[in-house]
Each structure stands twice: as structure tokens, then as C-alpha cells.
């Protein structure tokens, strides 16, 4: 019997024993392994709510994993259904922590560059981003598009020397591009060596196409044997409105020979690894809104057209035009492309369109955009006019659209009169900073309406090959306006140097 007792006793103190160890592991860990539990327990809980709100991760994989746009959009679709509400809590979440992480950028940036190496075997090109920044701090790449939380956002309007669009979105090393356009000079003159100077990485990871008038694609393709946007750089995801609804040269449904060319140019770049989603595709596979880092979300602004396919007789291209609205802490953007009056009604009644910080002005100020229905609803602080009217006599902006905004536009700028627009925001700052290549002076609508009679007057001399009356009388009428303007006004005149020009050209006849 006390055999038996010592025997109990013993297994008894065994089971103690057993226990006991099991608690030391745990207790008496190190404070880094305690961290490493928490950690674990929360990146479980990560997946789960990135599975259930994974527009963002979606959007991430996409466009760093797929080769093939019909291939992996099917699948892609069926676990990437995401909710905005989620999101924007999950976009909380992280952003305080990434603030508490900040000290140990180092390690997290180092963990992320490993994990995106798996995930991105199919594209070296388009790989996460690393930035070399000491003051950025890191963040979860399962729930945003980009591994860090810049200083600083900054959004370029490139002068393209003529009307047209190429607008560069620079956060760190991760930049969006509207449209590459103006003309195929511009494209390989202009739009290539000004990108250089700011895609560092030589990829940009995001790009739209919003329709395909020249001025808002032609420098894509940019000059013969010469490098355009799309041979310039490398891609990681290329936007555009899509077969069926391209432009037409002709009523028999040929595409223009600019799209041709466009669209050899963008299968290229698909060929060598980029992502290529329609814009139908964005809204079937519920990837409209794109959460790069907790203070910056890109979403895609649904209006009808999209899924209206395009004939030349019917329809009028502007209004295929892919929307987008950029929010970067409290300040909003909206791009529209060119979309006039049609197209901005179906944005409205498809959208709860916020108060606009900075428009870029429909249809670089067309009398055709900015109507009441979309300015009332967006009421724009300021305006930026992507216009550069020098050699055409399309005489953007025109002082319909303007009135229209100055109900709620205090600043302005334009293209020709500043040159490169940079409107620049710091983290943290509630303040906008605009920087301009030529002058930084503000667009000053003023002066801008008061000589716009002496531009439509020069404008309308047209060309001519001999003397006339007639011809002799529009300069004439033209160059009397322009000097009874005040020294202000004629800052404004921007087709000035064509008066000039048919001057002597008359002259000399």
C-alpha cells in the first residue's frame, strides 16, 4: 500500500511537474515572443477581414500577379467581393498601427519585400515597391497596394505644349498616370523625360486611358522609332475603356490608326507581365476602389457609357471618359477626362460625389463640361485647366465653363499661363501647396475673360495664302483689341505670337 502511495505520489507530482513546464514556456517567454503571439494573432485576424474586404488586396494581387487579363479575372472575381465600410474600418486600424511600427521600418519593409517576391514570381517588373525613405513608415501589404505612409502627395498636371491631358499621381514610389496625351511629340518630347524625373523605379503601377481622343492618348504611343509612355516604362496594371468602345475613323467600325497603334503598344506591355482590366472589368470584378496606404484611396466613379459600346454616329467619344475621384487625407480629387454634358449627368445619378478640393476642369474647360448638374454637386475649390490653345482654335477655357465654376472656385490655374502644375499636400498638413514650372501666380479669371474677345478675334484670322480685304480687316480689328488691353490682360493673350506671325506673313505677300 505505501508502495502504491509513493507511486501515486509520484505520477501525481509527474502531471505537477508537466503543468508546470507547460506555464513556464509560456510566462516566463521573452517580451519579443509575447510581441510574436500578438503579432500572429493579429495577422489571422488581417486575413480574415482582408478576405472579406479585399477590393485593396485584390487590386494589390492583380495587378502584380496576373499575366493574362482573362485568365485571372475570373479568378480573382470570386474572392475579392469587397465592402467600402470594411475597408475604411480596416484602413483605420492600420494606419494607427503603422505609426506604432515606425521604428522598426527596417524589419516590416523586409518581411514585406520577401512576402511580394512570392507572390510576384510571374513579373519582376511589377513587384511591391521599395522605398529608401527614413521617413516613411510601413504598412500591411495585404490590405494596402503600397508598403509605406509617405510624407508627402504630389499631383502633376505636365504642360503638353497643346490641349490634352497627361497627369502624373507621385506618392513615394508609387505613381498612377491619367492619360499620356497632347500629340505623339508631346509624348516622346515631353511626357517620357518629365516621368523620368519622378518614376524612379521605372514602373508605374497604375495608368488609365480615359478615352481615345489623340489628346488624351497619343503620347503612349509617342514618335516613330523614338520611345512613347508605354516603351518608356514598365506597367504594373493598364486601365482603358476597351474593345467596343475605342474610336472609330468610320461609320464601318474601323478603329482610328492612333488606336491600332495605341493597342499594339498596350498588348505589348500585357505580353511582358502588366494586368489589363476594361473598365467593365473593374466593376464586374468589384475592383473600383483602390486603397494604396491609409491616407490614400483612388476609386473608380461608374457612369453609364461604360457599358453603352461606341458607334461614330450615335455617340459622342467624350463621354466614354473613366472617372476617378483621389482622396489623400481630407483633400479630394476628381478627375473626368473630357466628359460633357451627357456624361456628367449619368456621374451624378450614379455617384454621392463629395465637395471637390481640386477639379481638373471637364474637357480642359470646354463649354461642353462642367455643367451645373456635376458643379453643384462637387462645388470645386479650385480649378486646373489642362489647356494650351497656342496652335488650335479651340480658345480653351472658355467663359461659359468658367462662370459656371466661379460659383465655388477661388483659385484657378491653367496649363499655358503656368506651365507644369504641381499641387503638392504633406502629411498631416491641412494645407495645399501649388507649384508651377512657369509661374506660380494664379490663373486670374478677370483679366482671362476680359481680353478673351482679342483670342477669339485672333483666332478667327485663320490661315491664308494671299491678301484681302477681308483677311486685312480680322488682323487688323484683332491687333486693336490687344491694345486696348492693359498690360495684365495681355499677360493672357496666349495666341498672341500667331497674331504676330500674320502680320508679317501679310506684309511680306
Not at 357 to 364: L, M, N, P, Q
Not at 383 to 403: M, N, R, V, W
Not at 477 to 484: F, K, P, R
Request: net charge negative; with cysteine; hydrophobic share 25%.
Amino acid at each position: 500500500m505505501k508502495v502504491t502511495k509513493k507511486i501515486l505520489t509520484f505520477l501525481l507530482l509527474g502531471l505537477f511537474l508537466s503543468s508546470c513546464d507547460f506555464r513556464i514556456e509560456i510566462d516566463f517567454g521573452d517580451e519579443d515572443s509575447t510581441t510574436a503571439v500578438s503579432s500572429d494573432k493579429k495577422s489571422s485576424s488581417s486575413s480574415k477581414s482582408s478576405s472579406n474586404s479585399s477590393t485593396n488586396k485584390l487590386s494589390s494581387d492583380s495587378s502584380k500577379n496576373n499575366n493574362s487579363s482573362s485568365t485571372n479575372k475570373t479568378s480573382t472575381s470570386s474572392t475579392n467581393k469587397s465592402s467600402s465600410t470594411t475597408t475604411s474600418n480596416s484602413t483605420t486600424t492600420t494606419s494607427s498601427s503603422s505609426k506604432q511600427e515606425s521604428s522598426s521600418t527596417t524589419t516590416t519593409s523586409s518581411s514585406s519585400s520577401s512576402s511580394s517576391s512570392t507572390e510576384t514570381s510571374t513579373s519582376s517588373s511589377t513587384s511591391s515597391p521599395s522605398v529608401d525613405s527614413s521617413s516613411s513608415s510601413s504598412v500591411d501589404t495585404n490590405t494596402y497596394l503600397y508598403d509605406k505612409v509617405e510624407e508627402e502627395l504630389n499631383v502633376h498636371y505636365i504642360d503638353l505644349g497643346v490641349s490634352g491631358d497627361s497627369i502624373l499621381i507621385d506618392y513615394g514610389n508609387y505613381e498612377i498616370l491619367i492619360d499620356a496625351g497632347g500629340n505623339k511629340t508631346a509624348g516622346t518630347n515631353i511626357i517620357v523625360p518629365y516621368l523620368r524625373e519622378y518614376v524612379e523605379d521605372n514602373t508605374i503601377e497604375l495608368t488609365i486611358n480615359t478615352h481615345g481622343h489623340e489628346d488624351h492618348m497619343a503620347g503612349y504611343v509617342g514618335l516613330a522609332n523614338k520611345d512613347g509612355v508605354f516603351s518608356a516604362f514598365s506597367y504594373g496594371t493598364i486601365v482603358d475603356p476597351g474593345e467596343g468602345y475605342e474610336n472609330l475613323k468610320n461609320n464601318n467600325g474601323d478603329l482610328t490608326d492612333l488606336q491600332v497603334q495605341y493597342n499594339e503598344k498596350r498588348d505589348a506591355k500585357i505580353a511582358e507581365g502588366s494586368t489589363y482590366y476594361t473598365i467593365r472589368d473593374i466593376f464586374d470584378n468589384n475592383l473600383e476602389r483602390w486603397t494604396i496606404a491609409p491616407d490614400l484611396t483612388l476609386t473608380f466613379l461608374y457612369q453609364k457609357y461604360y457599358d453603352i459600346p461606341y458607334t461614330k454616329t450615335s455617340q459622342n467619344l467624350n463621354d466614354y471618359s473613366i472617372c476617378t475621384l483621389l482622396e489623400y487625407q481630407d483633400f479630394k480629387f476628381l478627375f473626368t477626362g473630357d466628359l460633357e454634358k451627357k456624361g456628367e449627368e449619368s456621374l451624378v445619378e450614379n455617384n454621392e460625389l463629395p465637395e471637390i478640393d481640386v477639379y481638373k476642369a471637364g474637357h480642359h474647360g470646354s463649354d461642353t463640361a462642367s455643367n451645373d448638374c456635376l458643379v453643384d454637386m462637387i462645388k470645386p475649390k479650385m480649378s486646373i485647366f489642362t489647356a494650351d490653345s497656342l496652335g488650335d482654335t479651340y480658345k480653351f477655357p472658355h467663359p461659359e465653363a468658367i462662370d459656371r465654376l466661379s460659383k465655388y472656385s477661388t483659385t484657378y490655374y491653367a496649363s499655358y499661363f503656368n506651365g507644369h502644375i504641381v499641387v503638392n499636400m504633406k502629411k498631416d498638413e491641412k494645407t495645399i501647396n501649388v507649384n508651377c514650372s512657369d509661374r506660380n501666380d494664379s490663373f486670374k479669371i478677370e483679366p482671362y475673360l476680359a481680353c478673351y474677345p482679342t483670342i477669339e478675334a485672333i483666332a478667327a484670322i485663320g490661315s491664308f495664302s494671299s491678301k484681302s480685304d477681308a483677311v486685312l480687316q480680322k488682323i487688323e480689328t484683332a491687333e486693336a483689341l490687344y491694345s486696348a488691353l492693359t498690360t495684365e490682360q495681355k499677360e493672357y493673350v496666349y495666341n498672341y505670337s500667331k497674331l504676330v506671325t500674320a502680320r508679317e506673313k501679310y506684309d511680306k505677300l
